[in-house]
C-alpha cells in the first residue's frame, strides 16, 4: 500500500499537481492579463519553481 502525501495527506497525487498548476497560473497571469503588473523577478521564478515540482511530486507519486 502506498503512503499518503507528506503535504496532503490523500494517496492520489492530484492535490499536488492542482497547487502546482495554480501556482504556474499566477505566475503567468499577470504576464498575459493587460493592466496587471508583473510579478518580480524572483517571485515569479519562485511561483514557477514551486509550480513544477508540485506538478513532478504528483506525477511520481
Do not use: N, Y
Not at 524572483?42 to 515540482?53: D, K, N, Q, S, T
Request: aromatic share 10%.
Amino acid at each position: 500500500m502506498r503512503e499518503p502525501c507528506a503535504i496532503f495527506p490523500v494517496q492520489s497525487g492530484v492535490p499536488p499537481i492542482g497547487i502546482g498548476v495554480l501556482l504556474i497560473i499566477f505566475a503567468i497571469a499577470p504576464l498575459i492579463v493587460a493592466g496587471m503588473p508583473a510579478l518580480p523577478a524572483p517571485v515569479l521564478l519562485i511561483f514557477l519553481g514551486a509550480g513544477i515540482f508540485f506538478i513532478w511530486i504528483g506525477l511520481t507519486k
